[in-house]
């Protein structure tokens, strides 16, 4: 007999989500990490009292209702909404491309003669089927914008000229004729208040928790205590690199304290010249408005630099690379997946697949109502 039901690799958001599903059901749960915290890529620390986003900016958003209710259950979400600020030289942009933007670039006013710029700029440029993206950002908001928004901006961070980019990496950034800075169109957003650890945290309470456990070096044995694995580590280092490393793309983080209350006004700035080496500064107090718990100013900031990087094996994984090649050995690994007994594979690592938060809570709750 074993003694426990499901062991749960990985304690992020998919693998929190499952585990609670199921000690909710009466199963009993073992949770591991191989990091010594909760709450994988989501993981909040405080620092000078602020929650700093350790492995990146989150920012929740959804249409999906489920996720929105489920969530609220283990945290309080405040009123946040996504606005960057595009840095063009000392240059200040609204983001996404909407009427501020058109106002600030070309002095137009109303929504006709923003539209009638951009028509014009993408009639000289002769555009008629976008083959990549560069094609596809003038045809969108015109030569202006791809030149000083956009250029330098996807070429630090994809590492790659515009021009042999392709033109779907685009699209999913909205624009807009109206004056509206919400980033997402998403129907509910905002961030958990005290951080996304403090909410993994609730969704873990009354489960087992073992850190700094890597199942890999262990796997053996700790299979032997259960009767199934839920596996959301990556899907390639599972199987021994067997047919070779799946690839991602990497991001390094500055991260620095700084003596002052303010220091550019906005959670999120982009660089999107091509000269400054960062593509984008997180000051991560106003994802809670700069206040702490108790509702008062911090004296203090944290802001973190990021920087995209070429990734080598070792790196930490952060995005999947979605092209032919790596599309087609996750599919030979999703066989080898497929064919192993007793063990699930979820979440953005088990699937190599990029999920946003709602999507990869949607996919764990999925999996509990087949699986439970
Ligand atoms: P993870 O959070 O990666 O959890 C996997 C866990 O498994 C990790 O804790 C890891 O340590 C553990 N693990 C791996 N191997 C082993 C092993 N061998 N033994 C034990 N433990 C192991 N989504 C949004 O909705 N909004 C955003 O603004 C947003 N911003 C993002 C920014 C960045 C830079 C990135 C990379 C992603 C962003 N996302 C965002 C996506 C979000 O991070 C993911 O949807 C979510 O974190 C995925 O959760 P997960 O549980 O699948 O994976
Ligand atoms: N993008 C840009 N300038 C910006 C923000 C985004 O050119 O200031 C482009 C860039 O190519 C990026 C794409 O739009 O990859 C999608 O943006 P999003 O913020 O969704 O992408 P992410 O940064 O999460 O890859």
Request: glycine fraction near 8%; charge should be negative; include cysteine.
């Given at each position: 007999?074993?003694?426990?039901?499901?062991?749960?690799?990985?304690?992020?958001?998919?693998?929190?989500?499952?585990?609670?599903?199921?000690n909710?059901?009466?199963?009993?749960?073992?949770?591991?990490?191989?990091?010594?915290?909760?709450?994988?890529n989501?993981?909040?620390?405080?620092?000078?009292n602020?929650?700093?986003?350790?492995?990146?900016?989150?920012?929740?958003?959804?249409?999906?209702?489920?996720?929105?209710?489920?969530?609220n259950?283990?945290?309080?979400?405040?009123?946040?909404?996504?606005?960057?600020?595009?840095?063009?030289?000392?240059?200040?942009?609204?983001l996404?491309?909407?009427?501020?933007?058109?106002?600030?670039?070309?002095?137009v006013?109303?929504?006709?003669?923003?539209?009638?710029?951009?028509?014009?700029?993408?009639?000289a440029?002769?555009?008629?089927?976008?083959?990549?993206?560069?094609?596809?950002?003038?045809?969108?908001?015109?030569?202006?914008?791809?030149?000083?928004?956009?250029?330098?901006?996807?070429?630090?961070?994809?590492?790659?000229?515009?021009?042999?980019?392709?033109?779907?990496?685009?699209?999913?950034?909205?624009?807009?004729?109206?004056?509206?800075?919400?980033?997402?169109?998403?129907?509910?957003?905002?961030?958990?208040?005290?951080?996304?650890?403090?909410?993994?945290?609730?969704?873990?309470?009354?489960?087992e928790?073992?850190?700094?456990?890597?199942?890999?070096?262990?796997?053996?044995?700790?299979?032997?205590?259960?009767?199934?694995v839920?596996?959301?580590?990556?899907?390639?280092?599972?199987?021994?690199?067997?047919?070779?490393?799946?690839?991602?793309?990497?991001?390094?983080?500055?991260?620095?304290?700084?003596?002052?209350?303010?220091?550019?006004?906005?959670?999120?700035?982009?660089?999107?010249?091509?000269?400054?080496?960062?593509?984008?500064?997180?000051?991560?107090?106003?994802?809670?408005?700069?206040?702490?718990?108790?509702?008062?100013?911090?004296?203090?900031?944290?802001?973190?630099?990021?920087?995209?990087?070429?990734?080598?094996?070792?790196?930490?994984?952060?995005?999947?690379?979605?092209?032919?090649?790596?599309?087609?050995?996750y599919?030979?690994?999703?066989?080898?997946?497929d064919?192993?007994?007793?063990?699930?594979?979820?979440?953005?690592?088990?699937e190599?697949?990029y999920?946003?938060?709602d999507?990869?809570?949607?996919?764990?709750?999925?999996?509990?109502?087949?699986?439970?």
């Amino acid at each position: 007999m074993s003694k426990y039901d499901y062991l749960v690799v990985g304690s992020g958001l998919f693998g929190a989500v499952f585990a609670h599903e199921a000690n909710v059901r009466g199963k009993k749960v073992l949770v591991i990490d191989k990091r010594n915290h909760i709450a994988g890529n989501v993981y909040t620390e405080k620092i000078e009292n602020i929650n700093v986003h350790i492995y990146g900016a989150h920012i929740f958003h959804t249409n999906l209702k489920r996720v929105w209710d489920y969530v609220n259950q283990f945290a309080v979400f405040n009123r946040f909404t996504n606005s960057p600020v595009a840095n063009y030289h000392g240059e200040l942009y609204s983001l996404p491309f909407n009427m501020y933007t058109f106002n600030k670039m070309w002095g137009v006013v109303t929504p006709e003669e923003a539209a009638a710029k951009i028509e014009e700029q993408k009639h000289a440029a002769n555009i008629s089927e976008p083959k990549n993206l560069e094609e596809q950002a003038i045809s969108l908001v015109g030569t202006d914008i791809y030149e000083k928004l956009i250029k330098g901006y996807t070429e630090k961070q994809w590492g790659r000229a515009c021009s042999e980019l392709p033109a779907f990496i685009i699209k999913r950034l909205p624009v807009r004729l109206t004056f509206d800075n919400n980033y997402f169109n998403a129907l509910y957003q905002g961030i958990p208040v005290g951080g996304y650890t403090q909410m993994v945290a609730n969704m873990l309470e009354g489960i087992e928790v073992r850190l700094g456990v890597d199942y890999l070096e262990d796997k053996d044995e700790l299979d032997a205590v259960a009767d199934k694995v839920v596996y959301t580590g990556p899907i390639d280092a599972y199987f021994g690199y067997q047919l070779g490393n799946l690839e991602y793309r990497s991001v390094c983080f500055e991260n620095e304290v700084l003596d002052t209350p303010n220091f550019q006004g906005n959670a999120a700035v982009n660089y999107t010249d091509r000269e400054t080496p960062w593509t984008r500064i997180i000051e991560h107090k106003w994802f809670e408005f700069g206040k702490d718990k108790d509702g008062n100013d911090l004296p203090k900031t944290v802001i973190s630099r990021e920087y995209s990087s070429e990734w080598q094996p070792g790196d930490e994984p952060y995005y999947p690379v979605n092209d032919e090649k790596n599309g087609r050995l996750y599919a030979e690994y999703k066989k080898l997946a497929d064919a192993e007994v007793n063990v699930i594979f979820g979440g953005r690592l088990g699937e190599y697949k990029y999920y946003d938060m709602d999507a990869v809570i949607d996919s764990a709750l999925n999996l509990a109502d087949k699986e439970l």
